[in-house]
């Protein structure tokens, strides 16, 4: 059946756009990533008094079974998150560690209507990948970790804060994510959403499969199979 996103229905005034940070705006699995799970596992092996081994399996094991190691760490340890999430987000050289297209600046200026950004991960990082990137001036608002009271995607909590706080209706929206569990959620509350995937297969909770966001513009008002 071929059907298409919602918002191209609505006004530009009307259509609000929700974007994950990371692997969605830019490629953290090059430098961020590796570099964070190093940060988790010094902090496990610090506070825990854990072994390489033992630190690796728990973050991995916390991070399948909750969204985020720190979900695991605060309901299982009584982790303080705001320490944890300073401590495991460092990254002085971001702007050279940052894999991102240029063209990036362009495809959010052809998107039109507000736009946010909805990170599992802490304030302090996200405003400084979306600094060096320069894009954090078009973004309406941005929402974290903090934001969601460390309740992260796919909890609805979430969402349902999200939502409330910019009074968005989720008919208005699309949610643009590499998560498929996030989508997942997303559209149980009525957002469209926006698959960023190298796969060709597509749920079906997913409206839209994008490679990159730079395809975005082009594809999210055509017809899509």
Known sequence: TKKTMRLAKLPPSRRVW???????????????????????????????????????????????????????????????????????????????????????????????????????????????VLRAMRLHRYFDAVYTIESTRFRPKPAFAGFHLLLRTHDLDPHRCAFIDDSLDNLRAAKRLGMSTVWVSPLAQRPGFVDLRVGSVLELPRLAFRFSG
């Open 18 to 128: 929700i974007f994950d940070l990371d692997n969605t705006l830019h490629d953290a699995r090059v430098n961020i990533f590796p570099s964070m799970h190093l940060q988790i596992g010094d902090w496990l092996k610090r506070h825990l008094g854990l072994d390489e081994d033992a630190a690796n399996q728990l973050r991995q094991h916390y991070w399948r079974r909750y969204g985020t190691t720190l979900h695991g760490l605060m309901r299982h340890h009584g982790t303080d998150p705001r320490g944890y999430l300073w401590e495991t987000h460092q990254f002085p050289e971001i702007e050279r560690m940052i894999v991102y297209d240029n063209a990036l600046l362009h495809a959010l200026q052809r998107l039109q209507g507000r736009k946010l950004v909805f990170s599992n991960a802490p304030r302090h990082y996200v405003d400084a």
